[in-house]
């Protein structure tokens, strides 16, 4: 069993239900400290195609499996998962510089992506519609064949699992891409937890590879014609040249991308729980997920009451090395984001933001930063952080908050702390997002429900029978019993 020190043992790619080695390979970080942590397989096009093929070949058996065997399988796999979410668990904290809570948080959702993959077997698959001529003519959900399927480093467990779980419990076979910054626990540790299960062979594949590689085994990945659809989460960037690769190929996907959220407090919020919501959205895994709260918009009249409060609340959070578990607040995933959450921060300084707290950067890790007076023309207004970074801008009207709100690409998530529910529903129906919650953070989601975005945060909804309908096809079938007549002439 690993511990958030210990390296597991990285078999290979999982290929047709075999580990296969590589000889090239390449070092997969602890972003904590900088050790590496584990050398993981690095493939190309070629091992892709390989993968690609292996789940052509199995998705005839797979889908037209019972559809109660794919279920059992389903509750297999969350059965054997939780058996090893320890596991998981460091992993999430060492490859993914997780704190433990969040990894515990995770660890206990995957099984439950299973299990409502498990129950979507047992939904209506179609519906008989009327016909002219009497036909029986109904319309049935098919599966598409093989799915890829890209998921990110911020939450490889949950982000992973509901990236797959729908899909191949539909009749789908899939090919996984993990992030190249947490291949084990985004992809190879999956591969552990469902050769345990008995998956068929070929029916879930995983291909690791290193940034370097990521242009090819993607390309790869996207423009093999026996892939029918992409599930993609990951950055708006990234999103937009997949679904247009995609769109070239009239190929299926589903892409859930970046966001840049607001959590609107009104004038008659409970300060308790509008801090709370407020603290745990935007620094919640060091602020490194997608509908994280990144501007906090409060009603003018409890402004400073609201201030006081979140700074104090904020500033309790501890930031370290996340093998100590009493540090919440771990390391940013790499280099990159360091630099750019730094120069988001020394942007807004220098055109007149003031730091309310934090602002501190040692290393890869960010101190909680709440920063007030910012003005749309600053970065950090504008652009995703995906850091431990909230600011805190105070509006006159709804509709004030509601434009401040909507003022961005983006349009994932949202939250509206109020003691009034009709007032927040009537301000829910003009934001622009694709979820929002009254009297919550942002930072949402549950196995079943459809989540996704607008604008640039993406297309198509994950989730439930969301997911079905994204992985799968309508068809036609009709039975004719002599009903429909012909022209003599023919």
């Known amino acids: 069993m690993l511990d958030a020190s210990s390296a597991p043992t990285v078999r290979g790619l999982f290929i047709g239900g075999r580990w296969q080695t590589t000889q090239a390979r390449f070092d997969d970080f602890n972003p904590s400290d900088g050790s590496v942590w584990a050398q993981i397989p690095d493939a190309g096009a070629a091992e892709t195609d390989q993968v690609v093929a292996a789940a052509q070949a199995a998705f005839a058996d797979w889908s037209a499996r019972p559809f109660q065997e794919r279920a059992h399988l389903m509750l297999k796999i969350a059965e054997v998962w939780e058996?090893?979410?320890?596991?998981?668990?460091?992993?999430?904290?060492?490859?993914?510089?997780?704190?433990?809570?969040?990894?515990?948080?995770?660890?206990?959702?995957?099984?439950?992506?299973?299990?409502?993959?498990?129950?979507?077997?047992?939904?209506?698959?179609g519906e008989v519609m009327p016909s002219e001529h009497g036909k029986v003519s109904q319309a049935v959900r098919v599966p598409m064949g093989v799915i890829g399927v890209i998921s990110p480093w911020n939450m490889p467990g949950i982000l992973t699992s509901r990236g797959f779980a729908f899909p191949l419990a539909a009749g789908n076979t899939i090919v996984l891409k993990p992030s190249e910054d947490t291949p084990y626990a985004g992809g190879l540790f999956f591969a552990e937890v469902l050769e345990e299960a008995g998956m068929p062979d070929?029916?879930?594949?995983?291909?690791?590879?290193?940034?370097?590689?990521?242009?090819?085994?993607?390309?790869?990945?996207?423009?093999?014609?026996?892939?029918?659809?992409?599930?993609?989460?990951g950055s708006t960037p990234v999103g937009r040249r997949i679904a247009a690769k995609c769109g070239a190929h009239l190929k299926k996907c589903c892409v859930e991308l970046g966001g840049k959220d607001s959590l609107i407090v009104l004038d008659d919020a409970d300060m308790e729980r509008a801090t709370s919501a407020a603290s745990f959205g935007a620094f919640m895994h060091q602020g490194q997920i997608c509908m994280s709260v990144e501007k906090v918009l409060v009603h003018e009249?409890?402004?400073?009451?609201?201030?006081?409060?979140?700074?104090?609340?904020?500033?309790?959070?501890?930031?370290?090395?996340?093998?100590?578990?009493?540090?919440?607040?771990?390391?940013?995933?790499?280099?990159?984001?360091?630099?750019?959450?730094?120069?988001?921060?020394?942007?807004?300084?220098?055109?007149?933001?003031?730091?309310?707290?934090?602002?501190?950067?040692?290393?890869?890790?960010?101190?909680?930063t709440i920063l007030t007076h910012v003005t749309?023309?600053?970065?950090?207004?504008?652009?995703?952080?995906?850091?431990?970074?909230?600011?805190?801008?105070?509006f006159r009207t709804?509709?004030?908050?509601?434009?401040?709100?909507?003022?961005?690409?983006?349009?994932?998530?949202?939250?509206?702390?109020?003691?009034?529910?009709?007032?927040?529903?009537a301000m829910s129906q003009q934001l622009e997002t694709g979820m929002c919650h009254v009297n919550c953070s942002s930072v949402n989601d549950e196995p079943h429900v459809p989540f996704g975005g607008t604008k640039a945060s993406g297309l198509g909804r994950h989730g439930g029978k969301w997911s079905l309908e994204t992985?799968?096809?309508?068809?036609?079938?009709?039975?004719?019993?002599?009903?429909?007549?012909?022209?003599?002439?023919f």
């Not at 299973?114 to 047992?122: D, E, K, P, T």
């Not at 992985?471 to 002439?489: A, M, Q, Y």
């Open 202 to 233: 070929g029916v879930f594949n995983v291909v690791t590879c290193s940034r370097d590689n990521v242009a090819d085994v993607g390309d790869a990945l996207i423009d093999n014609p026996l892939v029918k659809g992409i599930s993609f989460t």
């Open 398 to 425: 709804d509709a004030e908050a509601i434009t401040m709100s909507n003022d961005t690409e983006y349009g994932l998530s949202s939250g509206i702390i109020t003691a009034d529910e009709q007032r927040a529903l």
């Open 301 to 368: 009249s409890v402004y400073a009451e609201f201030l006081q409060q979140f700074v104090s609340r904020a500033s309790r959070i501890r930031t370290g090395n996340v093998a100590d578990k009493s540090n919440v607040n771990g390391p940013l995933i790499n280099d990159r984001q360091v630099a750019r959450v730094r120069a988001q921060i020394e942007d807004a300084v220098a055109r007149g933001a003031q730091v309310a707290l934090g602002g501190g950067v040692n290393g890869r890790f960010v101190e909680p």
């Open 376 to 394: 749309p023309d600053m970065d950090v207004w504008r652009d995703e952080t995906f850091g431990p970074v909230a600011v805190v801008v105070p």
């Open 83 to 125: 058996k090893r979410a320890p596991d998981y668990v460091a992993a999430a904290q060492s490859e993914g510089g997780g704190w433990f809570g969040k990894g515990m948080f995770e660890a206990g959702y995957v099984p439950e992506v299973f299990r409502a993959a498990a129950g979507l077997c047992y939904h209506p698959i």
């Open 471 to 489: 992985f799968s096809e309508t068809r036609w079938i009709t039975l004719d019993r002599g009903g429909r007549p012909f022209p003599p002439v």
